[in-house]
């Protein structure tokens, strides 16, 4: 069944542009438009979700920095939201993010510091190298500025591609080898999958000869 569904993402995701592509070549003048969402996702606090990918979502990071502290909205290591996050992040959906001094000190200059503790938050704010999951308008709009950090193809929620292309996500993942293996194992499955069900309309249209 799970593989069923990923067919059918992966025809969802190639009718909208954003199917992986072994080759990606997006022009880097390109901008991504930033706009909020009006959709109400379903609370997920309990159900984690899927990835860009269509696989389980995969946990980011437990523990940032050492702080104790799990990352996402929850603060449950997952990049997942929830009813409860409507209208305090314009985004509603999160990239897992490695971050760099680079992204920390754009992030302040545009009005959004990450390096700061937050401890009413339960944010322990944010040093080179911590992994955390980002609103998906905030890495977009650091795409635009160039200053992008790395991503987590796997613990990025799937709703991210409402706002960022996969191709665009897949030049700055640092799992982009094990997606890869990931891919073509589901591939394959796919391809079973095909088999078995022109067999079965072979079979079909035989009992009605």
């Known amino acids: 069944m799970r593989t069923l569904l990923f067919v059918i993402f992966m025809q969802t995701q190639a009718s ?11 022009n880097p003048k390109h901008k991504l438009v ?6 109400r996702y379903e609370d997920t606090s309990s159900h984690l979700g899927y990835n860009v990918l269509g696989t389980e979502l995969t946990c980011c990071c437990s523990n940032v920095g050492s702080s104790g502290i799990g990352t996402g909205f929850y603060r449950n290591g997952y ?12 985004g509603l959906v999160y990239i897992c993010c490695r ?15 990450l390096s700061t503790p937050v401890p009413q938050f339960n944010f322990p ?17 650091a795409y635009n500025a160039g200053k992008a950090p790395q991503l987590f193809l796997q613990s990025t929620h799937e709703k991210t591609l409402d706002y960022v292309p996969l191709e665009v996500l897949r030049i700055f993942a640092i799992d982009g080898g094990d997606a ?6 589901l591939k394959d499955q796919r391809s079973r999958l095909n088999k078995m069900l022109e067999m079965g309309e072979s079979e079909d249209n035989t009992s009605f000869q």
């Open 99 to 113: 971050v760099t001094s680079e992204f920390l000190d754009f992030s302040k200059s545009v009005g959004n510091d």
């Open 125 to 141: 704010g944010l040093n080179d190298g911590d992994v955390w999951c980002l609103c998906a308008l905030r890495w977009a709009e």
């Open 79 to 90: 990049c997942c939201t929830g009813e409860m996050d409507h209208g305090r992040h314009t």
């Open 180 to 185: 890869n293996d990931l891919l073509g194992e």
């Open 16 to 26: 909208r542009g954003l199917a992986w592509s072994a080759s990606p070549s997006p």
């Open 34 to 39: 930033l706009k909020a969402s009006s959709d």
